[in-house]
T-cell receptor
Framework: DAGVTQSPTHLIKTRGQQVTLRCSPK?????VSWYQQALGQGPQFIFQ???????QRGNFPDRFSGHQFPNYSSELNVNALLLGDSALYLC???????????FGQGTRLTVV | AQSVTQLGSHVSVSEGALVLLRCNYS??????LFWYVQYPNQGLQLLLK??????LVKGINGFEAEFKKSETSFHLTKPSAHMSDAAEYFC??????????FGPGTRLSVLP
């Protein structure tokens, strides 16, 4: 079992550009959540996808959007990048409303 | 609404000494509580979880935590610190399928 996999591991983008991050959940998991972890802080919830729909959303602007595919994998899209979007983006997967979530290694996004 | 506070952004202990990392939570519903560990440039690894069963929870690597409802606490302990325990530790609260709310983290340093 490969666990939760995220790609790419590192990414450098310029202000104003758009970025797409990808996540494959742990085998058997159908729910994917995304978190943003700024340097020196705890992860902040962005949104959660279940059955290809956004089930919950945190306090993030509409520039942050996502998608879940029929195979449960997910994408996080960020438009009009700001310097403040530089962070580690973590994907977590779980099964249904099960409380235990498994995290990927994250994608380090740097906006210059 | 749920929230988590972690007293002490940085804790230093000597190798072999007791580790105590503090976590207090606020939740309007019976919480599920978690401790995660994060090593540099990595994702989050689950140490242990409380999901309304036994109040004393044992986790991996010799860590344990006790849920105290009256004190709204879920402190993490380890009897004897090892150099490999040096990392960032995050306490998190959730409730059945909802998103995780993380504390700001505590960086543990282990001195030889």
């Amino acid at each position: 079992d490969a666990g939760v996999t995220q790609s790419p591991t590192h990414l450098i983008k310029t202000r104003g550009q758009q970025v797409t991050l990808r996540c494959s959940p742990k085998s058997g998991h159908d729910t994917v959540s995304w978190y943003q972890q700024a340097l020196g802080q705890g992860p902040q919830f962005i949104f959660q996808y279940y059955e290809e729909e956004e089930r919950q959303r945190g306090n993030f602007p509409d520039r942050f959007s996502g998608h879940q595919f029929p195979n449960y994998s997910s994408e996080l899209n960020v438009n009009a990048l700001l310097l403040g979007d530089s962070a580690l983006y973590l994907c977590a997967s779980s099964w249904g409303r099960n409380t235990e979530a498994f995290f990927g290694q994250g994608t380090r996004l740097t906006v210059v | 609404a749920q929230s988590v506070t972690q007293l002490g952004s940085h804790v230093s202990v000597s190798e072999g000494a007791l580790v105590l990392l503090r976590c207090n939570y606020s939740s309007s519903v019976p919480p599920y509580l978690f401790w995660y560990v994060q090593y540099p440039n990595q994702g989050l690894q689950l140490l242990l979880k409380y999901t309304s069963a036994a109040t004393l929870v044992k986790g991996i690597n010799g860590f344990e935590a006790e849920f105290k409802k009256s004190e709204t606490s879920f402190h993490l302990t380890k009897p004897s610190a090892h150099m490999s325990d040096a990392a960032e530790y995050f306490c998190a609260v959730t409730f059945r399928g909802q998103n995780f709310v993380f504390g700001p983290g505590t960086r543990l340093s282990v001195l030889p």
